[in-house]
Structures are given as C-alpha cells and as structure tokens.
C-alpha cells in the first residue's frame, strides 16, 4: 500500500480525532454539491436497495438538490438508531421494531412510506424435506434472526400455534445449516436465499409471513417527528428521487444490477446473477398502483392490526402520508 | 556485540553429516509434522468426513482465495487502516498512563479500578455501545485502542519499574537526579519490554478493529466481508477470510518484532525485580481513599462520555447515565423488570462460563503435558492454536455448529477455543521454569516421566497455573457470550442481541454494565483464590 503524506495524514487526522471527540460530522462523506442528506439502510449493499443506487448513478439526488450520504447496514446494525443518533435523516427499518420502539419505549419515530408492500420475509425450506405452511413447521427447527423473532410469534398466533412448537435457534444469514439439514428452516428474505440454494444444487420452497397471518410493510422509511417538522422540503426532495430512481429500475430488473458490479455492488461477497434474481423476485413485491413507497389506508389498518396481536399497540397515528399526498399532488 | 556472536556460530561449523542430522531433527521433525498435519486435513477436506463437507481443505480455501482476490485489497487495506490507527492511539495513552503511574506511585491504585476494567471487559458487549457513540470508521478505531491499551501499559510500567536499583544508585551517586535516571536507565531498560508488550498487543488491535465491524455497517473491512459472504454458503470463502484477518494479525506481530530487533538487538527484556516496589507506606485511610476512587473512576468515565455524547448531539433516547440506569433497573414501569430480566440471563450464563473456565483450564493444562512429555508434537499443535485465537469466530461457527450441535456441547468447544490458548501459553513457561536438578533427583531414584510431572513440574507450575485462570476468566465469560449469540439463542449473548434488535436501549445499558461488571467480579474472585493457594504453599506470584 503506498500513501501520499498528505492523504496519511488526511485519514490519520480525521479518524483520531472523529475516535478522540466521537464527532459524528467529521466522519460523514459530503460528495457533491447540495444540501448534505443521509439516508441509513437496513442491510448489506445488495439489489434490495437498487432504487437508491439507480437514483445515485443516475444524478436524481443532485436533480433535487441533494447530496446524499448513503450508510450501508448489516446484521448487526440497527437502522433506527442512526436516526436517534442523529446521524441520518430517513433510516429503512423493520416495521415492528420501529412500532415497538415507539409504543414501549416512546422513540419519536414516524413511518413516512414503505419500499415493501408486502414484506419479503419468510419461511425458507429445501424441497426434499419442504415446510410449505405454518403448521409444516411443528416440531421443526427453525433459525430466526433476533430482529425477526416477533414476526414468527406473530404468524405461529395466527395459525394457532406457539414457540412452544417449534424450537427456534438463532440465524448468522448463513445457508449452509440448511443444507446440511441441521436445521429445518430459516427466517429470510425469499427474494434471495432461494437462489443461493439452488446455486449448491437444491431447490428451495418458501412461503411469505405477509400470506400466513402477519400482513406487514417491510423497509419502512422512518424520520423522526423532528426531522418531519424541520425538513419537509428535503424529505420530499429525497422521495422524489428515490421513486424516480426505483421506477426506472424496474424498466427491466435486469438491466442496472450488472453496471453496479464494480461499484455499490462491488466486493459484497455475491454473483451479480444473484442480485438479478433478487431484483426480479422483489419487483411484485414493492410496485403499487398508487406509486412506489405509497401507503393504502386498507394497508395501514392491516398492519396496524396484525401488530396488536403481538403486543405492540400501534394506530394509524404512527403513519403519516402527508409527504407522499404532496408528493403525488 | 554481534560480531562476536556470528563469529562463534562459525567456530561451531558442525563437522559431520551425522551431527548435522542430529541438529535438524527437531525442526525436521516438526515440519513433517506439520505437512501431515495439513494432510490430514485436506484428505479430511476431500472426503468430507467432517460435518457432511463444511469443513473445506486447504487447497479448496486457496482456490477460493485466487478466484475471490480482486475483492480482498479494499477489505485489507480498511481493516489494515482501523486496527492501526486504534493500535497507535491505544498505544499512546497507554504509554502515557504507564508513565504517570510509573512516576507517581498512587496513579496505580487510583487507576487500577479502570485497568481492570479495561482488561475483563467482554469487548462484544461494548461494540454496541461504540456504535451509538462514534460513527463511521471510529467504532472500529476505538476498540482496537481499547484492545491495544491493557498490555502496553502494563509492559510500560514493568519496564519503568522493574529496574536493578544498583543502577539507579550509581546514577545518583554521580548526581543525577529523576530526569537522569530516566534518560540513563529506565527508558532504556523500558523499551525491550515495551516492545514485547506491543508484540501481544498488535493482534489484538486486528481483532478488535474486526469485532467492531460486525456491527457498524461500513462498507469495507475484513469483517464487512465475511458477514455478506455468511449468506452464500460457501465454508472455503468464510475460512479464506479468516485465513487473511490470521495474516495480518502475524504480519502486525512479525513487524514489531523485526522492529524490536533491529531496535534493541536480541537483548531479552530483564525480568528481574530487584530493589523492592513496596507501597505499604501508606497508611490505612489513605489506602481505603485510594481504594474507593479507584471504583468510582470507570462509573465517573461512563458518566462523562454520557454527557460529552449528548453535547454533540447524540439523542438522549440511546443513552444512560449512571444514575438513569440504576433508576430504570429499579422502575416499575416495565412489565417485566430489567433486574429479573438481566438476572435470568445471568443465571444461564454464569454456569456455563465457570464450566467453560475449567474446561478450557484442563484442556491447556493436558496440552502442556504432551509439549512436556513430547516437545516436537507440542510445537506442531502450536501454529493450529494461534490460528484458533485470530480466525474471527464468526467464520468458524457454521462449523461449530454442525459438528457439536446447539447446545451445551458448543458453548463448551467455542469457550475452549477461546481460553486455552493463553492458559496454555502461561502453563508451558511455568513447566519450561522446573529446576532441572530436581527433575534429576526424581530420574535418579528411578521415578518415570510421568512421576517427574506429578511430583515436581505440576506443582511447582501452581503459580502458574493461578496466573492463567486469572487470565481465562474473562476470556471465559466472553467466549460464552459468543456462543449465546452466534449459536443456542440463549443467556446474555443471546439477550444483548435481542436488546438491540427491539431498540430498548435501558436493557442494552444494562446488559453491557452487566457482563462488565461479571467480568470484573470473577477475575476479582480468581485473584483471590489465587492468593489463598500462593499463601497456603508458600509460593510467590507468577509474574
């Protein structure tokens, strides 16, 4: 590795005193020009998040006059926490986790949209040995990541059973337990696991929670009650981009994952063929005839519901479609 | 000086093949062994004898490695850069605080509740909290620095201290004063064993760096990698990670220590203490004072880090002050409280971490029998145990879990793989210590190998045997919690993780000041014990 005093200096200089006076603002990349706004994703990057990397490449964010920072997540990141952090604007999260946080702990978090209509969460099994609906499951091994462990309650409830079971193990996104039948089954997006599955010579079968008695969103966009008050007009800015950049990417799902290659996609750790797959698997999934990330009252109330039957109180009130009534006025 | 050293390996030119043969068996022997060793696996590899095919073999993981390398320099170089920054910037307080206690006698006790702190904390459970303090690459940076500081500033202060005062005397004898003495004598005398203790820390900054990237979502470094690998099932690519993060780990300790040969020449750090460090001087008050602040210290630290966050605008909601977690442990207002909460956790734990601790102590101890009794098959398992101490365990697990299952049996085997290594390590310089004389009395009177060990090397390794549990018993702790969170779903581990995951971030708190404060506990209760053994076999301290 060779370095240049100066960039030496640049990286040492920023990264000490960002450790020594754990100043958020320093660390923060600020490319381009406009007005600085980060966003937090949920996970790794991967084609679930292609919209926003459309919308990047493209130049939608500087349209709006944006210059967006983009924060990757990952298993263990929690995305409302940089929105209570303060270090990002609009954060994609699991609906129940944020609800739960605001009705439990009084987390001032809103939901202003949702990228999944339906989320892709699911019940993930081999064909050989196939669990094709909840009560398949009884008796089974199941591994959940912890995130997820309220979602399973709630589809076992529906469906008249409980944890009492099924044995639920923790889950590392890691496959290969399954196809060593160690376990039964795993909790994961069906948009992408499948495909790793059948790349080692199996078939997968699945089912969707959403279909089996816990109708939810999934990658929710949620601000704080502060950031909805303050920055209406960046927030606005911000979905019209990401909706410009999401519907172009679905002009042909198959177009954009190859151009990221070597850039968002680049080193995490996965074939572009998987990412093809997953963005055609999720297209159903987050198009709606009102527009991308638009929330139907029917909807809200589905989901309002199926999470009062695991304890979380949540109403109407935690959604707002302000922003995207604007947005389509 | 050197001069003088080449010149004697030249008179000794071995002058027959036989005795050339005689000197080489050893390493001979040692690199047969391992190229069997690494046989074995890979026939294990092939075959797949090993959990259905999840353990891969050698050739399966470099394969991996060629046809992945235009992922790894981005990885290599983030993770290169974060262990060493944190590696520098925990070097330097440690040092500097190495000295203030070095100079100033009472900095030792008022710090000493802060280093051990330090020391047994779990760095697993902190991460969480770093991720909510610092952003970008300075949770990475900031565990590395927490990893780096426990051994550099105790090598700094054995290295100031531990000085032959015939020395010292005869540089005062000629006037000097402090500043000479430093300047003559204790730095000097200082930076051998300084560097020795960076040696031990330079590793640890790598894994640190590694921990804190499992949660901070940046998107380059070694453990970036390895979790967006996790999903594609692929055990050759997790291992080949792990192969790398092993690499630079040896590249960060083989550097300081060409550094501190070509620095200080092969001169061995002096461990002879003489002169006495006595600091019985002080009188009882003054030593309780010192006692109670040094127990207030860490609590005021965490206090302070609280207020300095909120002041840059990290939001109250994610943070707790001393006084408001002890206020939420208490309140009622939960449906379930967090005391019953984090105590039912603990139970489960608590067990199994001293299970583990004796496990793990029994294994390193059985280990130091064979290196004793069969030097050559010790120095071929050597390289096979560092390797267990820097694969971030993470890409092991998968592994772990298909052969020992999800229960007890894996808390135990990741606990072991964890605490034996440097159990094992103080329990072999303890055997390698016996007088030979003694030995001998024991050959003469017709004794075996094995009454050899039970009569003299075990116990005249009690001490050292005492210094390693000291030293497992957080290690233990820690190695437990990884199980719960990576394999049985139970426990701490697993509650710190499910913490997280429902945002409650009065349970995180508690969680973290929990684990913290067990660790801490249980190295007290070990040293304890250890002096109650020393006291009653009239032995001193391992050093």
Redesign the interface.
Known sequence: MTLSRRRFLQMTGSGVMAGALGWPALSMAQNGQGTPFAMQASWVNDAEFSGYFVAQRNGYYADEGLALDYRPGGPDVIPEGALLSNRAAVALTTVESTLKAVTQQGAPLVVIGTQYQKSPVGIVSLARTPIEKPEDLAGKVLAVPPVNRLAVEAMLAANGMSTDDVRIVPYAYDPTPLLKGEIDASLDFVTNVPYTIQLQGEDAVSFLLYDHGFPVFNDTLVVTRQTLENRRADLLAWLRASRRGWEENFQDPTRYPPLFADSFFAGNGRAIDNEIFFNQAQKPLIESPNGIFSMADADIARCVEALGRIGIDASTEHFDTSLLAELDA | MTERVRESQVTKKPRSVRQLAVRHAMPLKIALGWLALLALWEIAGRQQWV????LPSPSGILGQLVVDWH?YP??I?AT???SL??F??GNLVAVLVGFLMASWRPAGRLLSGVNVTLFAMPPIAL?PIL????????PR??LA?LSTYYPTMVATVLGLTRVDARLLDLVRLYGGGRWATLRWIRLRHALPTLLAGLRVAAPNAVLGSLLAE???????GLG??L???????D?A?LWGIGLVATAISAGFYLAILLLARGWVGRQAPAQESLGGSSGGSMSRASRLLCLAISITLPVLLWWG?VW??ER????S??LRSPPELVAELFSTMRPESLTSIVGGALAQTVPWCLAGMLVGLAFALLLAIVGTLSPVLGRVLMPLSLLTQSMPL?AL??LI??IF??DGATILAITISVTFFPAYVTLAQGMALVPAATLDCVRVLGGSRWREIGLVSLPWSLPYLCAAARLVAPRAFLGVMIAE?????TGVG?LL??A???????LVWAVVVAAVLVSVLLYLAVTLVEHWVLKRYAMAPAP
Request: hydrophobic share 40%; aromatic share 8%.
């Open positions: 959990a259905g095919g999840a992922d981005e990885h170089r290169v850069r974060t920054l944190g520098l910037l991460t991720i909510i303090a610092f952003d970008g690459d300075a940076i900031a620095a499992f949660g901070s979502g940046s998107g380059a970036h990698y979790i967006g690998s996790l999903g594609r099932g055990p690519r880090a300095g966050l840059v605008g990290v939001s909601f994610v993470v697990t998968p879990v298909l299952g999800r969170w990576l394999a049985t779903g697993n993780n499910v997280r995951g429902s945002l409650d971030y009065g």
